[in-house]
Every structure is written in C-alpha cells, then in structure tokens.
C-alpha cells in the first residue's frame, strides 16, 4: 500500500517547515535515542554539587535532578549558540573563541575571564605535556643510540677476544710443532 502525506495544490509532499534555531541542535538529537540520553552523567553532578557546598549540607533527590537537567540545558544551548558562530565562519568545528562568543551572546560576561584563564592553563599544560613527550622520545632515541653503539663495541670486543684466542691457539700450535 503506498503511503500518503499531506500534499499541497501542487501534489509536492509538505514537510515541517525548516527552523534554523533547531537545526543546530539536530546532530545531537539525531545522536541521542532518548531525551535523558542528552543529560550529564548523575556522578559528574552529584560531585560538583557536592565540592559546591559546604560539609555537612545535603541535597535531595530531587534538587540534584532538577540541577542536573538544568546543567545538561545550559551546555546544550551554549553549544547550539556556539555551533552558530561556526556556521557564520562557514567551519564545522567548534572552538575556544566560538564558546566564549555563546557566552557573551547568552549575557554571561562573567564567566568569559574564568574561562579565558582556564584555556590558558590548559594550553600551558598541554604544551608542558607536548614538551615532555618530545624530550621523552629524544631521550629513547638517545639511549637507542648509545645501546647501538654498545652493542657494536660489544661484538668489536668479542671479535677482537676471538681473534686473541685464535693467534694464541696458533702461537701453541707452533711451539707444539
């Protein structure tokens, strides 16, 4: 049986019209299954919450949830306000400039310093970590370098000792002679 939609005077098939706002959010939708796919893990909350506050104060069940689902709004409409700004810089690949933007466009000035601060500490670190590969992989490739030439003064010493015991089992076979 073939199927039917609603069809306009023309015969073409009319769809839902196309929300630009909503498109930004299609990859993650298309991703998630259900809609608490898209929330934050419950452990990653409950220690936040918990570092926020102070010894001794707990927190329901429900005020966790309810922190939670608001956590998991804010990251998704920033990445939606962020992938915006991608798409006006025709890239498909969020960065660190396209966040702080989002911030500043959802009117959250006061957190684009910390955040700037962070990056900085984590480009300092990933560039402290790039470093110490890189003098890691030196120091392999040195110490390759001289276990080579060890190994062949090695086999040079034992060539030589062969050649020792060879002229002294000759020498003996002459006096022997």
Do not use: H, W
């Not at 298309?30 to 452990?43: S, W």
């Not at 480009?123 to 003098?135: I, L, M, P």
Request: aromatic residues 4%.
């Amino acid at each position: 049986m073939a199927r039917r939609g609603r069809r306009g005077k023309s015969g073409r098939r009319i769809g839902l019209k196309r929300r630009p706002e909503l498109e930004a959010l299609a990859p993650a939708a298309v991703m998630a299954e259900r809609p608490e796919d898209l929330n934050l893990p419950n452990a990653v909350i409950t220690r936040i919450i918990k570092e926020a506050l102070p010894d001794g104060v707990n927190i329901s069940k429900e005020a966790r949830s309810a922190i939670s689902r608001a956590a998991s709004v804010f990251v998704l409409y920033a990445t939606s306000c962020a992938n915006n700004f991608a798409m006006k810089g025709k890239r498909k690949t969020l960065n660190a400039s396209d966040v702080l933007s989002a911030m500043e466009e959802m009117e959250f000035q006061r957190f684009i310093t910390p955040l700037k601060e962070a990056l900085e500490a984590y480009r300092r670190e990933q560039k402290g970590k790039k470093e110490a590969s890189e003098q890691k992989k030196k120091d392999k490739d040195k110490k390759t370098d001289s276990e080579e030439q060890d190994k062949s003064r090695d086999e040079d010493n034992d060539e030589d000792e062969e050649r020792l015991e060879d002229e002294e089992q000759n020498e003996e076979e002459e006096v022997d002679n």
